[in-house]
């Protein structure tokens, strides 16, 4: 992290913030990563002018591997799952996360040949009340490769000249060798 907008920076290790002092969902788990790419920020949670961060996690449990979308309010020192102990994604790997203009948080998550999707929708912010949508197949890359990919929100315009906003997928395609990705 930077205090000083990028000029020093400091590292520091929050494995134990993640297992010790977070939910016991993830206490539970003894294995877990981040997947690689952008953290989401909401810039003014709920209103607050308080950013909250979201982080796309992997976390291996004895009881299988899952997919969660954790968050903090307070710059990483206390982390929490967005929908409690729900899995909204099982199996499968690298996860990443955006919030779209809704409020609504996507989790995507690389599978055989694509990647999986899953959409939380707030019903209280205030409270953190929500829950996962089921998760979805989508974004086929066209072989049977699995392929990192990262979801993105960008400003655009539609056919009427009116600004929109486009989520994309950047999904490279799989060809017939297992590390041919094009």
Known sequence: FSEDNGVTWTKEDI?????IGADATIQNGYSAFFGSGKLAVDENYNGTGKARIYGALLLK????TGNYVIYTDDLGLNWHILGGSQTPVTSNDEPKVEILPSGQVVLSVRR???????????????????????????????????????????????????????????????????????
């Open 15 to 19: 494995s134990e913030r993640l297992f």
């Open 61 to 64: 449990k004895a009881s299988g």
């Open 112 to 182: 055989g040949g694509g990647r999986q999707f899953n959409v939380f929708t707030y019903t209280d912010k205030a409270t953190n009340a929500g829950s996962w949508d089921s998760n979805q197949n989508g974004c086929d890359n066209g072989g049977s490769n699995t392929c990192n990919g990262e979801p993105f929100l960008i400003d655009a315009v539609n056919a009427q000249g009116e600004a929109v906003k486009l989520l994309l997928q950047s999904q490279p395609k799989g060809g017939s060798g297992l590390y041919d990705r094009r």
